[in-house]
């Protein structure tokens, strides 16, 4: 657990970099609203088949995209070492007698 300390998860992703997508995703839902609008009169059933067959052949596409821009917009930085609690002494400097060692 000790590991995952020493790393940093840092998601950068913005509103902007999703918006073309989620755009898309929606002229694509209103054309197939529009079209199923359409032949509402003639064949009911169709119609809605084919609304239901678009969003359900979309979505997904729009889920893939989505989770791949924010896989690619999520970075892991190193912690540096100096925000680690261990201590270096100087060259020279002899470390300090522990108590076991000042009663000998």
């Known amino acids: 657990m000790d590991k995952f300390n020493r790393y940093r998860f840092v998601c950068t ?18 054309l197939s609203l529009a079209v199923s609008l359409s032949a509402l009169a003639t064949s009911p059933i169709f119609a ?14 729009l889920l893939f995209a989505f989770v791949t821009t924010l896989f690619s917009h999520v ?16 060259t020279g400097e002899t470390p300090a007698p522990t108590t076991s060692e000042a009663t000998a």
Request: aromatic share 12%.
């Open 75 to 90: 970075e892991m930085y190193a912690v540096e070492s100096a925000l680690q609690t261990r201590r270096v002494r100087p």
């Open 13 to 30: 992703l913005k509103f902007g970099d999703i918006y073309g997508q989620v755009i898309a995703w929606l002229v694509v839902i209103f």
């Open 48 to 61: 809605l088949a084919a609304m239901g067959l678009i969003l359900v052949l979309s979505l997904p596409f």
